[in-house]
């Protein structure tokens, strides 16, 4: 009988590891919405990943599927509810009101950070999934939703999948459209009850605008034909929508008008639009937001107008590696190979000198052992521009020795390129002491 200890874990189902291989597209893209988000105005917050589960049922609607399905519950020792975050507009508003960031304020908000769902998973939808998000709060008007979209436009082109992207934008309409819309709705749907299905019949009456957010292919015949909400808005809102469309016209954004388009919570109004692909199968939308007028009230702060996104990072990291679309490679700027018991006691002393004397150098230095030609295979395979080369020999002399790698001179001093691993490498030998500034010439290059 085997030994259940002996048996490897593995990861919870949907929860997955982000691998070496994978991790230069997750920085690449990381660092590429702090550049722009900084570049707009907005500043980080960073949020709790459990929150009381009572935010969640008073923010996104208990009719909706992440509170009936698939939100992570539990009492804690106190017997309090807690939750793990399905997704972060609720806890930044919160943290925005209970810590008093909205009193005659104007806030330009961004978060990441894994959000939980306990869902069926697939290719683009997971248990534990990435979100990066901005939200802003104070500014009424359609200039800031437009200010929104536009900056995820030029994230896109900065990432190079802007043409593998579609904008959608939709008007959800004020409270009181909405309330008037709904009973239109839930009039059209109630006369073709019979062809509802489960999930619909449930919501018909507690939350009808979902049912037209159903991906069940059976009810979007019905679908087509429900009434549309862009025919019952009212003034302002159509006003609101309107000069936002004005904006994307005249900035060059092209979008679709969705009038389906309902995202999936409770606390939307106005202005909502999502960037959909068609290279990710079924699970298409990479970014979605809107306006959330009502939600800081909601929650016991003063009425404040508000309006965020969220992009999903798996969903944006697949696009980018089924497009084609590479990340930049940050490789070290010098690997150190080492032979000899004093020479790797003398490395490690003096790569800490290096880097003292320049921050931001990428050094590697060979632990381990082994035999010059398997070092050299290792720097080569790390795609160092530059080989260091430190041996009893140069530990005696105070010298190191520097080899060219790749096609770029060493401040012309070394043309060599990298010959044959069984052949004694051609290379430039100088004083440890000039390394500092040998080195910063290879990476000022």
Request: aromatic fraction near 8%; charge should be negative.
């Amino acid at each position: 009988m085997s030994n259940p200890a002996s048996h490897p874990i593995q990861a919870v189902r949907g929860m997955n590891d982000i691998l070496p291989e994978h991790a230069g597209y997750w920085h690449w893209l990381e660092d590429s919405v702090r550049d722009v988000l900084t570049h707009y105005g907005y500043t980080e917050i960073r949020l709790p990943i459990v929150e009381k589960t009572e935010l969640f049922l008073r923010t996104l609607g208990e009719v909706t599927d992440i509170v009936e399905k698939e939100m992570y519950t539990f009492a804690d020792r106190n017997g309090d509810s807690l939750t793990l975050r399905p997704e972060g507009t609720a806890g930044c508003v919160r943290a925005a009101i209970e810590n008093g960031l909205l009193h005659n304020q104007v806030q330009r908000l961004w978060y990441k950070g894994p959000m939980f769902r306990h869902e069926r998973p697939q290719q683009g939808r997971y248990r534990q999934f990435y979100q990066i998000g901005a939200e802003t709060f104070g500014m009424a008007g359609p200039d800031i939703d437009a200010e929104l979209i536009l900056m995820t436009a030029r994230l896109w082109r900065m990432l190079g999948v802007y043409d593998n992207l579609v904008l959608h934008v939709n008007s959800l309409g004020t409270a009181q459209a909405r309330a008037a819309y709904r009973e239109k709705l839930v009039t059209y749907f109630s006369a073709h009850s019979a062809q509802l299905d489960e999930d619909s019949t449930r919501r018909l009456h507690a939350n009808p605008l979902r049912i037209l957010d159903s991906k069940n292919p059976q009810m979007q015949t019905l679908i087509a034909g429900a009434p549309q909400l862009l025919d019952h808005l009212d003034d302002e809102s159509r006003a609101h929508f309107s000069r936002l469309c004005a904006v994307l016209d005249a900035a060059g954004v092209a979008y679709v008008v969705n009038p389906r388009l309902v995202r999936g919570l409770d606390y939307y109004g106005k202005t909502v639009f999502e960037w959909v692909t068609t290279r990710l199968g079924a699970q298409g939308t990479v970014c979605a937001g809107g306006r959330y007028d009502v939600l800081v009230e909601e929650l016991g702060g003063k009425p404040t107008p508000a309006a965020g996104f969220a992009m999903g990072v798996e969903r944006l990291v697949t696009l980018l590696m089924e497009t084609g679309v590479t990340p930049p490679v940050v490789a070290p700027h010098a690997y150190m190979i080492v032979a000899g018991e004093a020479a790797e006691q003398q490395a490690m002393v003096l790569a800490e000198t290096l880097r003292d004397g320049i921050p931001h150098l990428r050094l590697t230095v060979n632990c381990g052992g082994g035999s010059f030609k398997s070092q050299f295979k290792k720097a080569d395979k790390s795609g160092a521009r530059y080989a260091l080369l430190l041996g009893e020999d140069e530990v005696v002399r105070g010298e190191i020795g520097i080899k060219s790698l790749r096609p770029t001179p060493l401040g012309g001093q070394i043309q060599a390129p990298l010959g044959e691993q069984s052949k004694a490498p051609a290379q430039q030998t100088i004083a440890q002491k000039d390394l500092i500034n040998a080195l910063l010439d290879i990476i000022e290059e």
